[in-house]
Nanobody, 115 residues
Framework: QVQLVESGGGLVQPGGSLRLSCAASGSIFSIYTMGWYRQAPGNQRELVAFLTNSGSTNYADSVKGRFTISRDNAKNTVYLQMNSLKPEDTAVYYC?????????WGQGTQVTVSS
């Protein structure tokens, strides 16, 4: 069993910042990638950013230069620092972890960017 616990979502004004966290626990032997996806109402779930165990990162074009993904290996936790937030960033953000036993998703955390 693997559990992913997300936190850090909320309501923020345009131009503001939020930091999302996702802590993985349970039967984890090796983490390959940790990442964040998001889904806005009426839209498909889309990749925001991911980070491999070698340190490589990949970002959606829409968030490049504004979002930063990072990881604390000792805590099996991945973070998403979101700066210069825009109303179009409003969505439910999901953590996704690929480990030896498969792919796991978090429960999602709501991010709302509005004045």
């Amino acid at each position: 069993q693997v559990q992913l616990v997300e936190s850090g979502g909320g309501l923020v004004q345009p131009g503001g910042s939020l930091r999302l966290s996702c802590a993985a626990s349970g039967s984890i032997f090796s983490i390959y990638t940790m990442g964040w996806y998001r889904q806005a109402p009426g839209n498909q779930r889309e990749l925001v950013a991911f980070l491999t165990n070698s340190g490589s990162t990949n970002y959606a074009d829409s968030v490049k230069g504004r979002f930063t993904i990072s990881r604390d290996n000792a805590k099996n936790t991945v973070y998403l620092q979101m700066n210069s937030l825009k109303p179009e960033d409003t969505a439910v953000y999901y953590c996704r972890v690929v480990i030896t036993s498969g792919v796991y998703w978090g429960q999602g955390t709501q991010v709302t960017v509005s004045s």
